[in-house]
Nanobody
Framework: QVQLVDSGGGLVQTGGSLRLSCAVSGSIFSSDVMGWYRQAPGKQRELVASINILHSTNYVDLAQGRFTISWDNAKKTVYLQMNSLKPEDTAVYYC????????????WGQGTQVTVSS
């Protein structure tokens, strides 16, 4: 129904930038929320930022001022622009599409590794 292919990770120096992309296939509804999560070794997966079809965005504190999430409807792609990267940003980043409760819709990309060297 929904397939997410995320990419764009890599190795970057402290202070550098990366743009993650998530290509979305399948049906997306106006009530769906698209987001980027990350998971570092030994830590719980955490939300970084989210956006809906109407471009309403939400950021956690760690992303404020550094990360930008966007949605390109024509390309059906979610982006996460990451600037001023820090070593603590090192993690596997996952794209996600989640439906409103109680739909139970919840889809994940395969993850893309971001490594920030000090």
């Amino acid at each position: 129904q929904v397939q997410l292919v995320d990419s764009g990770g890599g190795l970057v120096q402290t202070g550098g930038s990366l743009r993650l992309s998530c290509a979305v296939s399948g049906s997306i509804f106006s009530s769906d929320v698209m987001g980027w999560y990350r998971q570092a070794p030994g830590k719980q997966r955490e939300l970084v930022a989210s956006i809906n079809i109407l471009h309403s965005t939400n950021y956690v504190d760690l992303a404020q001022g550094r990360f930008t999430i966007s949605w390109d409807n024509a390309k059906k792609t979610v982006y996460l622009q990451m600037n001023s990267l820090k070593p603590e940003d090192t993690a596997v980043y996952y794209c996600n599409v989640k439906g409103s409760w109680p739909s139970g819709r919840n889809y994940w990309g395969q993850g893309t590794q971001v490594t920030v060297s000090s």
